[in-house]
């Protein structure tokens, strides 16, 4: 009885002809091909048209959808062979580097001037001096022309010269000097106690003048000196820079004639009492020039 033909095998099977022919092929390749990224294609290539690749029916673990050689897993062989991919540097994972946070707003020149506060309540209370010299003024005018030195008088200017001028001059110093020294005061708590006793001693002055006594003038002389030299004393912070230039050099020499200025007016409060000199005219209108043109002017000048 003749046997049947067996039926010819067609190659798409594990033990096919194309199956055997492409494993030959591949296997010469590899022993001509260095190993490195080029053997590991070539090995993928031929696990896609292998058997449990794309034209042997079912995928293997190796295969994408749609019979596309899917990447080797991490630590496979050909990942090894192809070398560190990029953005690895060995098994680490190279970060971006971070964005630097923004600068404070706080740093450089803005730093270093004191609160608002402090120049504020300076300017608030040469504000009420205004008002209190527009007082002054109205009640000594009639006689200011005929009798410059009469207590009416003599009160009102400094009024106006302390606890307006002189008050807003400092409140503006104690801004202004760290903004061009680059500097901060040497404490805000001294700037606060500066300003009340530069109040006090404002309005003491004058009305020991108009009224009396005698001992409410040298008082007031006393806790104003000592407002000034509070005030010197915290402003030589910003002032001891050396890049303020022209601004600097002139707050330093006001500052000077203020201390100066204050000195003759404290002794003249005294003599007042103590009778050591005859306060002739031209020694008060030295004084008066030493406050007016050296402080007050020469600080206008500066910081224009």
């Known amino acids: 009885m003749p046997e049947t033909p067996r039926p010819q095998d067609t190659g798409d099977g594990p033990g096919g002809v194309t199956g055997q022919v492409t494993g030959q092929v591949t296997g010469q390749v590899g022993e001509i091909l260095p190993p490195g990224p080029a053997r590991a294609s070539t090995e993928r290539d ?18 994408g959808p749609a019979g596309i050689p899917a990447s080797p897993p991490e630590g496979s062989p050909e990942d090894s062979a192809q070398g560190p991919t990029p953005g690895h540097r060995g098994d680490e994972v190279q970060q971006a580097p971070r964005a630097r946070p923004p600068s404070s707003p706080l740093a450089g020149p803005g730093a270093t001037v004191p609160r608002a506060s402090v120049p504020l309540s300076f300017l608030a209370a040469g504000g ?8 002054a003024v109205s009640l000594a005018a009639p006689r200011a022309v005929e009798a410059p030195n009469l207590p009416g008088v003599v009160a009102a200017v400094h009024v106006g010269v302390l606890a307006f001028l002189t008050t807003s001059v400092l409140g503006a110093l104690h801004q202004f000097a760290p903004v061009v020294g680059g500097r901060p005061l040497r404490s805000e708590t001294v700037a606060r106690v500066t300003m009340v006793a530069m109040v006090v001693a404002a309005w003491l002055l004058p009305t020991g003048f108009a009224h009396g006594p005698e001992a409410l003038i040298a008082t007031g002389g006393v806790i104003g000196a000592t407002a000034v030299c509070l005030a010197a004393w915290n402003l030589s ?14 707050l330093r020499i006001s500052l000077s004639y203020l201390v100066l200025t204050v000195a003759f007016g404290v002794t003249y409060a005294f003599d007042r009492q103590a009778g050591w000199f005859a306060l002739a005219p031209n020694r008060v209108v030295a004084h008066a020039h030493l406050g007016l043109l050296g402080w007050l002017g020469l600080t206008y000048i500066a910081v224009a």
């Open 46 to 63: 031929h696990r896609g048209c292998s058997p449990g690749g794309s034209h042997g029916g079912a995928q293997g673990p190796s295969s």
């Open 128 to 135: 009420i001096g205004l008002i209190g010299f527009g007082l």
């Open 237 to 250: 912070g910003p002032l001891a820079s050396r890049d303020g230039g022209v601004p600097v050099v002139g």
